[in-house]
């Protein structure tokens, strides 16, 4: 299991961006490395739900709604996965965590509030 750290939540305006960190202190570089790393949100009355996922090789995925204006990367040397947010939407408005996978087995961070209102 790991310990994950979110930071760089906050209130922006909407099209406003913002730039979420993760980072796993107490993991060393070679185990780190083999993780699945992913920002998952849940808003007020609703589930949890993947936003973005990378491989350890770098390959990302979105979700349909955050296509085009979010960018999940993530940088080994550092234990760190980012998530930059771009042309923010009220309804992106959630607690954001941050998630580890290997072998199906997750690691969950505390998580951090995003909140997008005029």
């Known amino acids: 299991q790991l310990q994950l750290v979110e930071s760089g939540g906050g209130l922006v305006q909407p099209g406003g961006s913002l730039r979420l960190s993760c980072t796993a202190p107490?993991?060393?570089?070679?185990?780190?490395?083999?993780?699945?790393m992913a920002w998952y949100r849940q808003a007020p009355g609703k589930q949890r739900e993947l936003v973005a996922s990378?491989?350890?090789?770098?390959?990302?995925v979105y979700d349909d709604s955050v296509k085009g204006r979010f960018t999940i990367s993530r940088d080994n040397s550092r234990k760190t996965v980012h998530l930059r947010m771009n042309s923010l939407k009220p309804e992106d408005t959630a607690i954001y965590y941050c998630?580890?996978?290997?072998?199906?087995?997750?690691?969950w961070g505390r998580g951090t509030q995003v909140t997008v209102s005029s």
């Open positions: 998630n580890a996978n290997q072998y199906g087995s997750d690691s």
């Open positions: 990378v491989t350890s090789g770098g390959s990302p």
């Open positions: 107490r993991a060393i570089f070679s185990v780190f490395v083999g993780y699945t």
